[in-house]
């Protein structure tokens, strides 16, 4: 265990009126309204046709079975996390339940004529899914066309924000080798079925409505038909090596249909490979990526394998079946970033393809952010003995990874990413904001935000008014970083340099100890004295999750005040004593000093008057962003200890209306952004 501390240096000198602007961030992040992207939501029911079943919202459930004569119009602006306005495409998985015939779904904007193309291909009793990027139609709406009777399960997985990152098309036909079926052109109509020696290089650009050039993706939804042997199915960019990967995987005879977002290569092409004997292929193009979509696609590269196969780094392969009674259980976590391309930092959502193989039994699998509730939501929808694919565009949780969740006995995971879209930089940003620890996969070190923190007081020292900064400065550190502190009241334990973050003989209730704030000198803690004002840092620990990984957490921490120097209280110009217990506070959950004289965490006081600043609260936000937890009550407990000032804490911050914890990253954007 290691503790870090950091010292507020005061004010000697007049600072430079000449400040660093602090960074723009880039990319895109859940609730920001000034940046364009794709906005990676956890999973949210949007609508479920069975009786007696729950949505995100309680609309459009259990509204009945839809048939070519009972199209389903769903509203999905507003919904599930996704934005009331400025949406141009959503990111939906579709799952299709009880047919009572063959048949397929077409989603397509409402307003719109329905087009000659499919998202999901059903036998009669199947259950299947598939995920689709739609473009969102009049009234922010998208209507979903049944050729047969079935019910439909919708669960929204993120959106693209109006603008040039994805330009969403009405799905179009770019191929059907099938003979007698008509494309958008006539092009790639009738050309025979695919075998392992007869590969389709299929032109993508300046077709269907997708830019002729500057395109880095195409979103495609590709289908196999009338399979001769089982099989699986690469799509991949024409004039690069076809990867250890696959887009969808089929059984002999069955029309399978998966999503595929592919990196487009030489002349604007993609290639199509199928491993059966022959197989049919279908492929509708649903959008494109241009050059200047912060989009990063890649080829595919496999990066977790349950059976004993390879992976693109040689990590997270061979652990086994996941599922009820097996030795992993139901869920393991898979970090994806710093992987295969994908960067530790600037990463906020990656497109996966994630295939249950060989499944023991009937079931789902669902994929999440590490960190968050598993939602009402699934992927995957498999019957025993079958091998099924489905892509997903999954927001990255805490430490870089992924969760899936299996429903069933067991089943065997392929996953492959395809790429990744840019969130927030988590990076140390220059002249902003900076970490003072990160985990192995990169993410910065924080507290548990869905656990009540305690901390303690020791009044000793302090002068009139200083307590209350210390509760003022918790209440603002509470506000803005989601965290819920729980205040135990005043101890009598003293300031020490040796203090551990365990201490079963004098917090016996606690397993670490609680934040102490105590008033001391130099003498006791020789980091004060001088110039130092003020000092704070936290503990971390580590442990194991899922496999071979460790978690890092901060777990206890202390603030060391100088009770020598004569600080006025407040928030005010100057070092006033509000401000200096913010900034240790600051580092107590993980906030190193920035070079910026604008925000709170530069290492000497600035001058103004004010609390965090900009990079401040950017650096926060990152912090707790991915841990999203349960509503709570306004008045907590840790230990068993009730917290009866926290409504009080709370109220007391300007500007700020008193509220429960944090539950979502809008939540923590709306203090950043308003």
């Known amino acids: 265990m290691k503790k870090a501390a950091l010292a507020l240096v005061a004010l000697l000198a007049v600072v430079s009126s000449v400040l660093v602007p602090a960074a723009t961030p880039v990319g895109a992040a859940e609730g920001d309204p000034t940046l364009t992207g794709y906005v990676a939501l956890s999973p949210a029911r949007i609508a479920d046709t069975r009786p007696g079943r729950k949505t995100i919202d309680g609309r459009f459930a259990g509204t009945g079975a839809i048939s070519p004569t009972k199209p389903l119009v769903l509203d999905v602006v507003n919904r599930g996390g996704v934005a009331a306005a400025n949406v141009a495409a959503v990111s939906l998985n579709v799952t299709v339940t009880g047919p009572t015939t063959d048949g397929y779904v077409t989603v397509f904007p409402t307003g719109e004529t329905r087009p ?24 922010g709406k998208v209507t979903l066309h049944s050729s047969a009777p079935t019910h439909v399960i919708v669960d929204v997985a993120g959106y693209y924000i109006a603008g ?110 199928a491993s059966s004997p ?26 977790a394998d349950s059976r004993m196969r390879p992976t693109v780094d040689d990590d997270f392969w061979g652990f086994g079946p996941v599922g009820a009674n097996q030795y992993w259980g139901n869920q393991v976590e898979i970090p994806v970033v710093g992987r295969a391309g994908v960067p530790l930092q600037y990463t906020g959502a990656v497109v996966l393809n994630v295939t249950a193989v060989e499944t023991q039994s009937g079931g789902y699998a669902t994929v999440f952010p590490l960190g968050s509730p598993r939602p009402n939501a699934s992927n995957i929808n498999f019957a025993p003995r079958a091998t099924v694919a489905n892509l997903v ?16 006995n067991g089943a065997d995971l392929v996953i492959d990413v395809m790429g990744y879209f840019p969130g927030i930089s988590s990076a140390d940003v220059a002249g902003s904001y900076g970490f003072l620890g990160r985990d192995d996969a990169g993410a910065p070190l924080a507290y548990d935000r869905c656990t009540p923190i ?48 365990s201490d079963p003989g004098r917090w016996p209730q606690y397993e670490y100890s609680p934040i102490l704030v105590a008033f001391t000198t130099p003498a006791v803690i020789p980091d004060l004295g001088g110039s130092v004002v003020g000092i704070g840092g936290s503990w971390r620990i580590s442990w194991a999750y899922g496999m071979w990984k460790d978690a890092t957490r901060w777990v206890s921490g202390d603030i060391y005040l100088d009770r020598d120097e004569n600080l006025p209280t407040g928030f005010g110009e100057g070092n006033a004593l509000g401000k200096v217990v913010l900034h240790e506070l600051g580092h107590v959950v993980g906030m190193a000093h ?65 509220r429960a914890a944090k539950t979502s990253e809008a939540d923590a954007l709306e203090d950043i952004f308003g």
Not at 116 to 139: C, L, Y
Not at 177 to 186: A, H, K, L, S, V
Not at 393 to 408: I, L, N, Q, W
């Open 594 to 658: 920035t070079n910026n004289e604008n925000e709170l965490m530069n290492p000497i006081v600035i001058p103004r008057s004010g609390r965090f600043g900009p990079g401040d609260l950017q650096g926060l936000w990152f912090l707790g962003r991915d841990q999203q937890c349960p509503p709570s009550n306004a008045v907590r407990t840790a230990g068993g200890v009730a917290d009866p000032t926290s409504t009080a804490r709370r109220a007391a911050v300007p500007g700020v209306a008193p």
């Open 164 to 273: 040039d990152t994805y330009t969403s098309v009405s799905p179009a036909r770019l191929a059907d080798t099938r003979p007698g079926r008509p494309t958008i052109d006539g092009q790639n109509a009738g050309t025979g079925a695919l075998s392992p020696t007869k590969q389709l290089s299929l032109k993508v650009t300046g077709r269907g409505g997708v830019a002729g050039s500057g395109v880095k993706a195409v979103a495609l939804n590709v289908t196999v038909t009338a399979p001769i042997g089982d099989g699986y199915v690469t799509v991949y960019p024409t004039g690069e090596t076809r990867p250890t990967a696959s887009n969808l995987n089929f059984k002999q005879g069955n029309s399978v249909p998966n999503l595929v977002i592919a990196k487009v290569g030489a002349s604007g092409s993609v290639n199509v490979f």
């Open 116 to 139: 000659t193309a499919s998202n999901v291909n059903f036998d009669r009793n199947q259950t299947v899914a598939n995920s689709v990027i739609a473009k969102v139609g009049s009234g």
């Open 393 to 408: 565009v999954a927001k990255v949780g805490v430490d870089g990874a992924v969760s899936v969740k299996v429903e069933g």
């Open 278 to 303: 022959s197989a049919h292929v279908i492929v509708d193009v649903a959008g494109y990526f241009g050059s200047t979509s912060n989009f990063v696609p890649i080829s595919p590269a496999r990066v």
């Open 454 to 501: 305690p901390y303690v007081i020791n009044p000793a020292g302090a002068k009139a008014g200083w307590v209350n900064d210390v509760h003022a400065a918790f209440a603002e550190m509470e506000v803005r970083s989601g965290l819920d502190f729980v205040y135990l009241g005043s101890t009598t334990e003293p300031p020490s340099p040796d203090r551990q973050p």
